[in-house]
Every structure is written in C-alpha cells, then in structure tokens.
C-alpha cells in the first residue's frame, strides 16, 4: 500500500481490474471473429456457381397494374450482383424484368415486378436470367 | 502480476473505455454510412478478410505502444489495449449497423461477421486514438515519446495514417472511375503533387514531441528520408489495399499502376497528417 500514489503523474502499479475485464472481453470477440472467419474460409469451395431461387409472394392490385412481390434466395456461398429476374405472364405476351444489386451467399432480397395484366389469372413464371459475379 | 483494484485507476480506465467508444464512432461514421463497405462485408473473400483482420489488429498493437489508452510498460499491456480497442470498436459498429437496419437477425451469420469486420477496422483506429486525442495531451508517457521520436516510429506512424485514410476511400466505385478518366499525365502529375504535399507537411507540421526530427536534417536528408520513403509506404499500402479488395486481379499494369497512383494521393495526406495527430 506504501506504494500506491494517489498522484495523476505516477503510472499506475498495474493494470486497472477493469482492464483486465474489458480485454477479456475484447478477446472474445476477436476471438470469434478471427474464428468465424478462419472456419468459413476453410469450409468455402474454391468455386461454386451462385444458385439463385426466386418465387413469388404475393400479387396485389395497385390502381391500373399489378404488383407482384417476389423473393430471390441465394443457395449457395457465393454472391451475386446485379440480379436479373424476368416475369412473365401465360398467356399474354407481356413481361417484366428487375435488376436485385446483391444477393449476399445464403440470403434472400426481396424485389417487385409491376404487369399490366392481372398475373393471377394465367399463372406467372419467374425466372433469373443472369447476374455478375462481384 | 499486480492488479489494482482502486477506484481511481479503474475509474480512469473507464472514462478512457468512454473516449474509445466516441473515437470508434467517429472515425467509423464515415465508413459505417458508405453502401460498398456494407457490400464488401458479405462479398469479399473470405481469407482476404480474415489477413486484413489481423494486419489491422497488429497495427492496433503498434498505435497502442505510440499512443492509445494509457502508458503502457510492455507488450502485453499493448495486447491488452489493443484487445480492448477492437472490442469497443466491434460493439460499436454492431449496434450502429443494427440500427441502420444494414444487419438484422434474418440474415446468415457470415454477412453480419463480415460487415462488422470490415467497419472494425476504422472504428478501431478511432477507438485506439480516441482514448488518446479526447483525452488530455499529458498522459503520453516519456517511452511513447521515444519509440515516437525514432525513425522506424515515425515510418510506423506514416504507415497507419496511409492505411487508415486509403482504406476510406479504396472500396469505392469512384476510385476506380477516377483512375479511368485520367491520363498518365494526369497520374504523373499527380504521383509529384502527392510527394510534393507529403514535403509540405514534414516541414510545415514538423516533428511532435521534438523539436528536432531524428538524424540530418539537411534539406535532401529530409526530403529523401521522409517525404520519398513517406510516398513509398503510401504506394505499398495502396497496392495491398488493391489486392486485398480484388481491384487489381485480371487487370493492365498500367491501369492497375494508375489506380496506385490515386489511392497514394489520400494515402500520403495520410502518412503526413498521421504524425500530427497519432
């Protein structure tokens, strides 16, 4: 106790308690971060194809056109950009067609495509039509 | 080993845990708000992401000997500091993330481990000085003034301030539209105003903590010793930017030469400021 000085000039006789605490828990979280990472970069195949599913959600009406929301899965690790995604509608010779930026590896993007016919009544077909690697 | 467990010291650790907290975001805001940082985080490879990780990390460690929270007496307490800096650095970034809704529990847990390790690393920076610059300029200890004043510090210390002001703007869209709408005049020119602004500085900012810089101080001794070696570290550090976001991968020489050449730019303003503020 003798050596302990109350004294802002003196350095401290040891790390703070609290010290102690935050880099343990600062630890951790590298920790798992470091890991995290590591695990994925080792399990991750050199390269697999993005394999994207897209389906439909719902179809409202909206004034003169039809909304139809649709959701777009990304299957694989691997992400793809600037997704295009083309509706059609049986029957009639109308088609639709949006660009997703990113669907991230093993996420869904929501998205919506816009038709002047009602897509209920024929049935409606989605499908990717390509997409960029990043 | 001793730990104190008095008030004050844990107290003063506390408030310096504060300030890293407000570094964190302060230097991450700008990051945390760019739209490519977030899309590097789920897209990136996942080794590239991993070896930037831990370069910022020991970078961490080495700001925490020149700077950081407290006098520190030895490298585990650098370790230590260093630890404590990326985890207020990663608690920040998470839960500013979370409230920008850019992360959220729906998403795969590879996305969100990705996008806070990329936004740790500036809002670590910020962290590791913000305990410092907030803080009062008396707590720098007499060893961080020496390891300071020498010239392997001083490199250190160009080389973070390189790291952190390209890794800003490397990511971009822009940076690489730049590049393209420039010709190599544009670059030759500019490659001299960025040696010419990085000499600026070493005279105009001088050396902090010494009234002289380390060695000669002849005008080619300078230049040559700081302002050249200073724009070498700042080329080194843009090509490794470069390679670690897959900008120069399948690319010319030439464009990828001329990309170097405008990430150097921010890269030496970098270098030069960094000896002012660290």
Redesign the interface.
């Known amino acids: 106790m003798a050596q ?1 000085k ?1 004294s802002k000039d003196k ?10 605490v ?9 920790l798992t ?2 890991g ?3 695990a ?2 080792l399990s ?1 195949p050199e390269y697999e194809a993005p394999i994207l599913r897209v389906e439909p959600l719902a179809i409202v009406s909206a004034g003169n056109s039809f909304i139809a929301e649709i959701n777009v899965r990304n299957l694989s ?1 691997h ?1 793809a ?1 600037s997704v295009e995604v083309e509706g059609s509608i049986a029957g009639q010779s109308e088609t639709s067609h949006v660009t997703l930026a ?1 669907v ?4 869904e993007r929501r998205a919506a495509l816009v038709f002047a016919h009602d897509p209920r009544s024929g049935g409606l077909s989605l499908r990717v039509t390509g997409f960029e690697h ?1 | ?6 008030a ?3 107290w ?3 408030k310096g ?1 504060g300030r890293a907290f407000a570094g964190a975001i302060i230097f991450g805001l700008p990051i945390l708000m760019t739209m490519e940082m977030w ?1 590097l985080g ?2 990136l ?3 590239k ?2 070896q930037f ?2 370069v910022n ?1 020991l970078v961490l460690v080495g700001l925490s000997r020149l700077s950081g ?3 520190t ?1 030895s490298w585990w ?1 650098d ?10 650095a ?2 920040a970034s998470l839960t500013v993330l979370a409230m920008f809704a850019i992360i959220d529990a729906s ?5 969100i ?2 996008k ?2 990329i936004q ?1 690393v500036p809002a670590s920076f910020g962290a590791m000085l913000g305990a410092k610059q907030l803080g009062s300029n008396d707590e720098v ?1 007499k060893d961080e003034e020496r390891v300071r004043g020498t010239y392997a510090g001083q490199l250190f210390l160009m080389m973070a301030g390189a790291l952190f002001l390209g890794f800003s703007v490397a990511p971009t869209e822009e940076m690489i539209l730049i590049s393209f709408r420039m010709s190599p005049w544009h670059s030759v020119l500019l490659v001299l105003a960025s040696i010419l602004l990085l000499h600026g500085f070493v005279y105009a900012v001088g050396f902090k903590g010494q009234e002289e810089p380390p060695g000669p101080t002849g005008f080619f001794s300078l230049f040559i010793r700081f302002s050249i070696v200073g724009y070498a570290i700042a080329v080194i550090v843009g090509l490794y930017l470069l390679w670690t976001f897959g900008r120069i991968e399948e690319t010319s020489v030439a464009q990828a030469a001329s990309m170097v050449a405008v990430l150097a730019f921010p890269g030496s303003v970098g270098a030069a400021i960094a000896r002012l503020i660290i």
């Not at chain 1, 880099?23 to 590298?30: K, L, P, T």
């Not at chain 2, 998403?107 to 996305?111: D, I, K, L």
């Open positions: 302990k109350k350095p401290p006789s040891g790390p703070a308690l609290l010290e102690w935050a880099a343990a828990i600062g630890g951790v979280i590298a971060i470091f995290l990472l590591a994925e970069a991750r690790a992400t950009a990113y991230p590896g093993g996420s990043p | 080993m001793i730990v104190d467990t008095s004050p010291a844990n003063r650790y506390a845990l899309q789920f897209y490879d996942r080794i992401l991993l990780a831990l990390f929270f407290e006098r007496v307490q370790l230590m500091d260093a630890l404590s800096a990326y985890g207020i990663t608690l998403m795969p847990s590879s996305e481990v990705g806070v390790a740790s200890g």
